[in-house]
């Protein structure tokens, strides 16, 4: 197969889990070569996502590597295998790659958690209350590819407006209900938004109020994406160097309880609503 110049996030996840496999069973990467009749090389090409790999190469890898999670191998065959061109390819070039990543990453998910204090995540936001974040964190963006950010970001809503939409929960700190982004009209019709979307089935909205006791989670801003098996769970963090994209089991499970634990201090979703209710009747 040709080598890929710059692979997806999820063509890298793939090789990280063969690389990960590998280790594990203590095993070389020249004598995973020797046994594909290849050279280290490639293997190396394989682990980095830069060269793509058969379903055939895969399950001879994951039987050398004595790896016996059948969910976990079959999922890692329909990554090889996947030919998926999304629609978020049509921004390659307009966008920047980290957008890309999210948005493919969604679309496979499997549900989604997000823990947010300063702004409405990303799925629930509007179009007015998107445009009015880009155009204040990025002041000097050209007109177009602020069209560009506000309408990828509009298009990532699918996986919750879908027929067969991705199941979601979001903790929400009172503070981002509270700071008006766009306006006072925009940033009332963003919390109209965030009502309906929470009486829907699939979505489920917890508040943080300011009167809780006692509570130091600020730092537990996140996006979780859950993947067909837990160990391809992936958690999204946005950092000042860029955005990061977390899988190592070990903070994969810290993630988890960390949602947790900040789900768990939260108020339940009728008496967020209430919040949010109340909220916009103040607007």
């Excluded at 969910?71 to 957008?99: K, N, Q, S």
């Excluded at 549900?111 to 009015?132: C, K, M, N, S």
């Excluded at 160990?231 to 070990?250: E, K, M, N, Q, Y």
Aim: charged share 30%.
């Amino acid at each position: 197969m040709a080598r890929r110049k710059q692979p997806t996030a999820r063509q890298e996840r793939l090789g990280a889990e063969l690389r990960k496999l590998r280790e594990a069973a203590g095993i070389k990467g020249r004598d995973a070569a020797a046994l594909l009749g290849t050279d280290s090389a490639q293997i190396s090409q394989i682990e980095f996502g830069t060269a793509g790999v058969s379903e055939e190469r895969v399950r001879r890898l994951a039987a050398h590597y004595s790896c016996t999670d059948s969910e976990l191998i079959d999922e890692l065959v329909a990554m090889a295998t996947d030919r998926t061109h999304g629609w978020w390819e049509e921004y390659r070039g307009l966008l920047p790659t980290p957008f890309l990543d999210l948005a493919e990453l969604e679309h496979y998910a499997t549900y989604r958690w997000d823990v947010d204090f300063l702004h409405i995540p990303g799925l629930l936001q509007t179009e007015d209350y998107a445009r009015a974040l880009f155009s204040f964190t990025t002041p000097d963006l050209p007109e177009s590819e602020l069209d560009a950010c506000v309408n990828h970001r509009m298009r990532r809503r699918l996986i919750i407006e879908d027929p067969r939409p991705t199941p979601y929960e979001t903790v929400i700190h009172e503070a981002a209900l509270r700071i008006r982004v766009g306006g006072r009209t925009a940033f009332r019709n963003q919390l109209t938004r965030v009502l309906e979307l929470s009486d829907t089935d699939h979505i489920t909205v917890r508040v943080i109020p300011f009167s809780l006791d006692d509570f130091a989670g600020a730092g537990s801003t996140m996006v979780y994406a859950g993947g067909a098996v837990p160990l391809l769970d992936t958690v999204v963090r946005d950092a000042p160097h860029g955005t990061t994209f977390i899988d190592s089991t070990a903070q994969l499970d810290h993630f988890r309880r960390l949602f947790r634990k900040v789900k768990a201090v939260s108020l339940d979703p009728d008496r967020s609503r209430d919040v949010v209710h109340q909220l916009t009747k103040e607007l």
